[in-house]
């Protein structure tokens, strides 16, 4: 196997962990049930902005899968995690597994783009030391 194909599967699976843990975010969003309606009071949001946030999560992951908008809809995931980070420093909530995982997800979506998208490769090479 060449190394890009190495490159292009390792961009896929990580492409998976990353999106289907964000289907699933924005599935339950969507579906909100009472686990959510509490989790949204406890953070200091109101109920009613589940649904609309999980429809936005959607369309942004719907970007991110199609290969011409990809790097479109990694930017606007980005974007929506960095608000998951804030609200998650603005409550208190612990570093390592509530403030920085919309960082690993992030981290997964973005190293599953760069692995499946020779563009953003090009763009930002990684060079040997």
């Given amino acids: 196997m060449g ?3 190495k490159i292009l599967w390792t961009g896929r699976i990580l492409t998976a962990f990353g999106g289907l843990f964000m289907i699933f975010d924005a599935v339950i969003h969507i579906a909100n049930p009472s686990f959510v309606v509490s989790s949204f009071v406890g953070l200091g949001y109101n109920p009613a902005v589940a649904v ?3 429809i936005v999560e959607l369309i942004c992951l719907v970007l991110y899968f ?10 606007l995931l980005t974007g929506y ?3 998951a980070v804030a609200t998650n420093v ?3 909530t612990p570093l390592f597994t509530n403030i920085l995982f919309p960082v690993y997800i992030a981290i ?5 783009l ?5 563009r953003l ?3 930002i090479p990684l060079k040997k030391a």
Avoid: C, H, M
């Fill in 3 to 5: 190394q890009n194909k």
């Fill in 52 to 54: 609309p946030l999980g």
């Fill in 66 to 75: 199609i290969p011409r908008t990809s790097i479109f809809g990694a930017v």
């Fill in 81 to 83: 995690l960095g608000g």
């Fill in 90 to 92: 603005r409550v208190g």
């Fill in 108 to 112: 997964l979506l973005w190293g599953g």
């Fill in 114 to 118: 760069y692995g499946r998208d020779e």
């Fill in 121 to 123: 490769r090009a763009l």
